[in-house]
């Protein structure tokens, strides 16, 4: 379980979010790799092969799950199980603390 803080000034913004089970939480990879190596170099140094987690082959990058990214969007879907003004109390989230938020997007299976 975790928590998502939402800055005060869009609060208004959450406005009928509690009618979605699940969000769709984009954020920031804030502390990966990438970000304390020089931008130009990094895919240079950690190339396009990876080797994910519990598994003994390289992969290639976008068929991983890898944080250091050409872009370092993360994306993370959980499941809503309440809302206190601006603070959503979330469960299935991925993230470290203190990432940066991009976006929220309520999750429709529909659609998603």
């Known amino acids: 379980m975790g928590e998502i803080e939402v800055f005060k000034e869009y609060e208004a913004g959450l406005r009928d979010i ?4 699940r969000l769709i939480i984009l954020y920031e990879f804030h502390e990966s790799v990438k970000r304390s190596l020089k931008k130009e170099r990094c895919l240079e140094l950690r190339g396009f092969l990876v080797k994910p987690y519990l598994d003994d ?4 990058l976008f068929a991983s799950r890898s944080q250091n990214r050409p872009n370092p ?3 993370t879907i ?4 309440e809302r206190r003004g ?5 469960r299935g989230i991925d993230m470290l603390d203190g990432s940066p938020i991009l976006d929220i997007k309520p999750y429709v299976p529909e659609f998603d």
């Open 73 to 75: 969007i993360g994306l």
């Open 57 to 60: 082959t390289s992969r290639g």
């Open 86 to 90: 601006d603070i959503l109390k979330v």
């Open 78 to 81: 959980v499941e809503l199980l």
């Open 18 to 21: 509690e009618g979605f089970s």
